[in-house]
């Protein structure tokens, strides 16, 4: 039995909610503010139902709040009055049928979920009521109180103490399942009688007799006719006691009965001791019980861990408990995690809107979206999706999966169009960092897996992000020949300079592009922007103008000059050879090839150019540099 759906109604910052799970392991992701915790917590709110002391209760600050603008721009706020949770459990066993009778609703297919339905209002002087159904809304029926005693939460906070719940004295995990071990074993009297034992050899020490001696005889002084003469016991409490004072430590060696008590210890490691301790009471509990569920709670999971620990205990996690009353839900800011996780375990929660990354890929090829528009229109294939499905596994690093956290993604080929687009993006006013914008280097033109995460005409099957794809089309894949450098192109008067420019201009457009506007599938968040050949010459070509002056007044012109000075005399030469009026259309791309061919290695290119603007915006100057248009465009999708 386990957790299926939850619906939340004016919780916190939850307006409206709903929330599917999957019945072993649930990670839930999303930027700061997006209701994690919220979600966390009106989980525990039903699981701790039962308790007879609560961790956590509703308050008047629990109650949403709206707050709407005025058409005089005046601000209503709004506080609601009701709080409302459905919680629907699925996977029931025979025997759990039996024990939650009351709270079955049958399904379509035959099979049965048990419902429940918390509610809270807001009455007068802001006393707070609550109530809850169970089963059918239309029956009313409540269950019996006690059945809320097998729901039983694990939750470890953000902000929690795991050294200080492992020293408790009080309710301690260790005892707890000591304690059990010890009812099954029906060995409680042996316990005892070690207990007894060593008390009684304590008591006979010199140094208690010697105490207790030295009390009376002080006694006996004050007034040896009224004060009766004392004895010292050690007070023999219940077994729950003996077994919580129980305690780990981390021992020097494997034979050493010394070592650091767990307050000297990391909080890194004392977290995972921790974890290691409730899921060894929660697999307890399975022996004897079969009708319990159980809910491990664990916020931020990553908090003192470094980077492979982090990996460690998510292995750990996904295959540490197997029984079918059992449920792990995991809030996470982790890349690391993210990385690691499989696409259907990981609840992207947005805008107050519960995305299934997994679901990007469910089910798809029934959209019927273009794949090749080379071959009449080709639909996309089953098979492709699930294709896709496993490359994304695969390019889901650690880097790539920060895009879940993103407000919008920003696609590029490689690592030159990496380092410069954040520049890029700054010189525009739109700086991609400030807006929570993550560049994603695909490696190559590899986009159509990241197509897929975005592109479905369902809701509930795409991220809730703007996405941005920034590609060449590289035609004329000879002007990378040798014959086309700049020594061949300057001779017999700029002879083949003519034959590359039409090269470029008319060769075969690029499927690519064509095809992965196709599989945008009409979707407006999805932008594919694409420049006719490098991104070199898109940049050399958006800084030359009509006006030779204009040119020469570039910033890329001035880097340039100073990097190939022998190279931008040809370029010069050039443009003395032509008479004194404005370029044509021609003539500048000529131009631009010429200035193209006097850069250096992409890689090499990048670096400089990006540590020459940064250096050029930081003196404050009039921004001299032009960016490629469809580079503009990509970064106005994303940042309108």
Same mark, same amino acid.
């Given at each position: 039995?386990?957790?299926s759906k939850i619906y939340i109604k004016n919780f916190r910052g939850i307006k409206e909610l709903i929330v599917e799970f999957d019945k072993k392991l649930n990670v839930i992701i999303g930027a700061n503010g997006q209701l994690k915790t919220s979600l966390m917590d009106a989980i525990r709110l039903f699981y701790s139902w039962g308790e007879p002391n609560r961790d956590i209760e509703i308050t008047k600050e629990d109650f949403h709040v709206e707050i709407t603008e005025n058409a005089d721009r005046t601000k209503t706020v709004t506080t609601s009055t009701r709080i409302d949770i459905v919680y629907l459990f699925k996977g029931l066993s025979a025997e759990q049928e039996g024990a939650f009778y009351q709270y079955l609703c049958p399904q379509d297919d035959g099979t049965m979920v048990a419902r429940v339905h918390l509610s809270f209002e807001m009455k007068e002087k802001g006393r707070i009521y609550s109530s809850y159904i169970t089963g059918k809304e239309e029956n009313g029926i409540r269950a019996d109180w006690n059945?809320?005693?097998y729901f039983h939460p694990y939750y470890l906070g953000a902000l929690r103490d795991s050294t200080r719940d492992l020293m408790s004295t009080r309710n301690n995990l260790l005892g707890r399942v000591i304690k059990r071990k010890i009812d099954r074993a029906s060995s409680e009297d042996d316990v005892r009688n070690i207990v007894d034992n060593a008390n009684?050899?304590?008591?006979?020490?010199?140094?208690?007799?010697?105490?207790?001696?030295g009390i009376n005889d002080n006694l006996s002084q004050i007034n040896r006719l009224y004060l009766q003469d004392v004895e010292l016991h050690i007070e023999q409490n219940r077994i729950e006691n003996i077994v919580n004072i129980i305690k780990l430590f981390l021992p020097y060696s494997a034979t050493d009965k010394k070592g650091f008590v767990l307050s000297q210890n990391s909080l890194g490691y004392n977290n995972l001791i921790y974890i290691a301790s409730v899921l060894s009471d929660i697999k307890d509990c399975h022996i004897d019980d079969n009708v319990s569920i159980y809910a491990l709670l664990i916020e931020e999971p990553e908090a003192h861990l470094h980077p492979q620990l982090q990996v460690n205990l998510y292995n750990f996690l996904k295959n540490a408990d197997d029984n079918e009353n059992s449920q792990t839900f995991v809030t996470t800011h982790s890349p690391t995690l993210t990385s690691r996780i499989p696409l259907e375990n990981i609840i992207l929660l947005k805008?107050?809107?519960?995305?299934? %990354?997994?679901?990007?890929? $469910?089910?798809?090829?029934?959209?019927?979206? %273009?794949?090749?528009?080379? $071959?009449?229109?080709r639909l996309l294939k089953e098979e492709e999706v699930m294709s896709y499905r496993k490359m994304i596994s695969r390019y889901f690093d650690v880097t790539r999966s920060q895009l879940l956290f993103s407000s919008g993604c920003l696609f590029i080929e490689g690592i030159s169009e990496c380092q410069l687009v954040d520049t890029f993006s700054k010189l525009m006013g739109k700086s991609l960092i400030d807006h929570q914008i993550e560049i994603v280097d695909t490696d190559g033109t590899a986009f159509y897996q990241f197509l897929m995460l975005f592109n479905s005409s369902s809701k509930t099957k795409r991220l809730p992000m703007r996405?941005?794809?920034?590609?060449?089309e590289d035609q004329f894949t000879e002007s990378k020949h040798k014959e086309y450098n700049l020594d061949e192109l300057v001779k017999n008067s700029y002879a083949k300079l003519h034959f590359l420019?039409?090269?470029?201009?008319?060769?075969?457009v690029c499927s690519r592009v064509n095809n992965m506007r196709a599989m945008s599938n009409g979707q407006v968040g999805i932008k594919i922007c694409s420049g006719k050949k490098t991104l070199e010459y898109q940049i050399c070509r958006a800084n030359v103008f009509s006006k030779k002056e204009t040119t020469k007044e570039t910033w890329l012109y001035e880097l340039i000059r100073k990097e190939n000075s022998g190279g931008i005399d040809y370029v010069d030469s050039y443009m003395a050879g032509i008479e004194d009026r404005d370029l044509t259309e021609d003539e500048q791309q000529n131009v631009a090839l010429l200035m193209w061919k006097c850069l250096p290695g992409k890689a090499?290119?990048?670096?400089?150019?990006?540590?020459?603007?940064?250096?050029?915006?930081?003196?404050?100057?009039?921004?001299?540099?032009?960016?490629?248009?469809?580079?503009?465009?990509a970064i106005t999708h994303l940042i309108p």
């Amino acid at each position: 039995m386990y957790l299926s759906k939850i619906y939340i109604k004016n919780f916190r910052g939850i307006k409206e909610l709903i929330v599917e799970f999957d019945k072993k392991l649930n990670v839930i992701i999303g930027a700061n503010g997006q209701l994690k915790t919220s979600l966390m917590d009106a989980i525990r709110l039903f699981y701790s139902w039962g308790e007879p002391n609560r961790d956590i209760e509703i308050t008047k600050e629990d109650f949403h709040v709206e707050i709407t603008e005025n058409a005089d721009r005046t601000k209503t706020v709004t506080t609601s009055t009701r709080i409302d949770i459905v919680y629907l459990f699925k996977g029931l066993s025979a025997e759990q049928e039996g024990a939650f009778y009351q709270y079955l609703c049958p399904q379509d297919d035959g099979t049965m979920v048990a419902r429940v339905h918390l509610s809270f209002e807001m009455k007068e002087k802001g006393r707070i009521y609550s109530s809850y159904i169970t089963g059918k809304e239309e029956n009313g029926i409540r269950a019996d109180w006690n059945t809320f005693h097998y729901f039983h939460p694990y939750y470890l906070g953000a902000l929690r103490d795991s050294t200080r719940d492992l020293m408790s004295t009080r309710n301690n995990l260790l005892g707890r399942v000591i304690k059990r071990k010890i009812d099954r074993a029906s060995s409680e009297d042996d316990v005892r009688n070690i207990v007894d034992n060593a008390n009684e050899q304590l008591l006979q020490r010199q140094e208690v007799r010697e105490t207790q001696a030295g009390i009376n005889d002080n006694l006996s002084q004050i007034n040896r006719l009224y004060l009766q003469d004392v004895e010292l016991h050690i007070e023999q409490n219940r077994i729950e006691n003996i077994v919580n004072i129980i305690k780990l430590f981390l021992p020097y060696s494997a034979t050493d009965k010394k070592g650091f008590v767990l307050s000297q210890n990391s909080l890194g490691y004392n977290n995972l001791i921790y974890i290691a301790s409730v899921l060894s009471d929660i697999k307890d509990c399975h022996i004897d019980d079969n009708v319990s569920i159980y809910a491990l709670l664990i916020e931020e999971p990553e908090a003192h861990l470094h980077p492979q620990l982090q990996v460690n205990l998510y292995n750990f996690l996904k295959n540490a408990d197997d029984n079918e009353n059992s449920q792990t839900f995991v809030t996470t800011h982790s890349p690391t995690l993210t990385s690691r996780i499989p696409l259907e375990n990981i609840i992207l929660l947005k805008e107050e809107f519960a995305y299934h %990354v997994g679901s990007c890929f $469910k089910e798809r090829h029934s959209e019927n979206i %273009v794949r090749d528009v080379s $071959k009449n229109n080709r639909l996309l294939k089953e098979e492709e999706v699930m294709s896709y499905r496993k490359m994304i596994s695969r390019y889901f690093d650690v880097t790539r999966s920060q895009l879940l956290f993103s407000s919008g993604c920003l696609f590029i080929e490689g690592i030159s169009e990496c380092q410069l687009v954040d520049t890029f993006s700054k010189l525009m006013g739109k700086s991609l960092i400030d807006h929570q914008i993550e560049i994603v280097d695909t490696d190559g033109t590899a986009f159509y897996q990241f197509l897929m995460l975005f592109n479905s005409s369902s809701k509930t099957k795409r991220l809730p992000m703007r996405a941005a794809f920034v590609t060449d089309e590289d035609q004329f894949t000879e002007s990378k020949h040798k014959e086309y450098n700049l020594d061949e192109l300057v001779k017999n008067s700029y002879a083949k300079l003519h034959f590359l420019r039409e090269g470029i201009n008319h060769d075969d457009v690029c499927s690519r592009v064509n095809n992965m506007r196709a599989m945008s599938n009409g979707q407006v968040g999805i932008k594919i922007c694409s420049g006719k050949k490098t991104l070199e010459y898109q940049i050399c070509r958006a800084n030359v103008f009509s006006k030779k002056e204009t040119t020469k007044e570039t910033w890329l012109y001035e880097l340039i000059r100073k990097e190939n000075s022998g190279g931008i005399d040809y370029v010069d030469s050039y443009m003395a050879g032509i008479e004194d009026r404005d370029l044509t259309e021609d003539e500048q791309q000529n131009v631009a090839l010429l200035m193209w061919k006097c850069l250096p290695g992409k890689a090499e290119f990048a670096q400089t150019l990006n540590s020459f603007l940064l250096e050029k915006k930081e003196e404050g100057v009039e921004i001299k540099f032009t960016l490629p248009r469809y580079i503009q465009d990509a970064i106005t999708h994303l940042i309108p």
